[in-house]
């Protein structure tokens, strides 16, 4: 029978939530699989809304440290297993501690960013040898999360199929038309909105005004701003609601609820995914531009239809675009999703891939 070990995963935050989201959902998961778990993080500020269990102190067997507080690891038992979330470096001090006092050295992982495309499966589990630094000699091993048996999987909770059966979309828009007022009654068609500043969104804009169905549920931070950027700019506003800052069981439930979801990022594409409702996806913009070829690799493994493809050309384009943003075919776009997701379904999950990887002290393919 397997026993609980305890991991170290380290999180910087950059400029949006994504990384510390997903570091979460996984220390989490790894709490239900009976782990114990260090985040080390560099702004937990978000984990006020985003995980109200820290703030209120029922977080058992996950601890939150400041990322400074790596540098003096001596008094601290010394993890199983390491874990560098998307491209972070340890602190030097906190290794050369670890080098200095195992007497073996940890299950050290190196977790990427998720992506379809082609290369990902030759590089996950790879070996990365130290070349220098205290930990000369000693090895990482990349994980990749993906979309099929031969990279590490996605995050999924183990009750999450449950969690869904269980879930009363009614009761849960009813309990929102307290906040919004009886206008949203008459409002058939609820769509989400959690994105950066995308081309189209002027365009959306325009398009759900003309419509006596839709209702805009506009989550906060970039998204609220990026609308009411647009707004100017749109004759007739449409029908729309600003959302406070959820928690992420919340946020499932608002994905859950609505018939359309627009998700941005890594954790929130995730998350729409086991929805299994229409979506549409921003990608996270590269200076670059390796972003677009990024998003056709997702777009070919998700078998999207034509008019999906449209749609994410025209909303993820680089800047204002003179093609119009084709109107959302959502039965389509529903079956799509249905089929993706009973697809991911059948793989493991990511926290059973680096799970089975600590027991084996390398990670493998999924499945």
């Not at 449409?238 to 018939?259: M, S, T, V």
């Not at 050309?313 to 776009?333: H, I, Q, S, T």
């Not at 793989?347 to 799970?355: V, W």
Request: net charge negative; with cysteine.
């Amino acid at each position: 029978m397997h026993q609980g070990q305890l991991w170290d995963i380290f999180c910087t935050v950059i400029d949006n939530h994504g990384d510390l989201g997903v570091c979460w959902r996984l220390a989490r998961q790894l709490r239900e699989a009976g782990e114990q778990v260090r985040l080390w993080v560099d702004d937990a500020s978000a984990l006020a809304w985003m995980a109200p269990e820290v703030a209120q102190g029922q977080s058992a067997d996950i601890e939150v440290r400041p990322w400074a507080q790596a540098s003096d690891a001596s008094t601290l038992a010394p993890a199983a297993v390491w874990i560098e979330a998307f491209g972070c470096a340890l602190p030097e001090a906190f290794v050369a501690h670890g080098v200095a006092t195992r007497a073996q050295p940890p299950l050290w992982i190196n977790l990427e960013y998720l992506s379809a495309e082609d290369w990902v499966p030759r590089m996950h589990g790879l070996p990365s040898p130290v070349m220098s630094g205290p930990a000369k000699g000693w090895t990482k091993h990349f994980v990749y999360p993906g979309f099929t048996p031969d990279t590490g999987g996605l995050l999924r909770e183990a009750d999450l199929s449950a969690r869904q059966q269980a879930f009363d979309r009614p009761a849960w828009r009813a309990q929102q038309l307290d906040a919004m007022g009886p206008a949203a009654l008459s409002r058939r068609r609820w769509i989400s909105l959690f994105c950066y500043e995308p081309a189209g969104l002027p365009q959306l804009l325009a398009q759900l005004a003309s419509s006596a169905d839709d209702l805009l549920l506009v989550t906060p931070g970039r998204p609220l701003a990026a609308v009411q950027q647009a707004l100017k700019g749109v004759a007739q506003p449409p029908h729309w609601q600003a959302l406070p800052y959820c928690a992420q069981d919340d946020f499932d439930a608002l994905l859950w609820a609505c018939d359309l979801n627009f998700v941005r990022g890594e954790d929130s594409l995730a998350r729409a995914l086991w929805a299994g409702r229409p979506f549409v996806w921003q990608i996270y913009p590269q200076s670059d531009g390796a972003h677009h070829a990024k998003l056709d690799a997702f777009l070919h493994w998700l078998d999207a239809p034509a008019s999906l493809r449209a749609f994410h050309a025209a909303w993820n384009a680089d800047g204002p675009d003179e093609r119009p943003l084709p109107p959302p075919d959502l039965p389509a776009w529903a079956a799509t999703a249905q089929a993706a997701r009973q697809r991911l379904l059948a793989l493991p999950d990511l926290a059973s891939t680096l799970l089975r990887a600590a027991q084996d002290g390398a990670p493998g393919e999924t499945g």
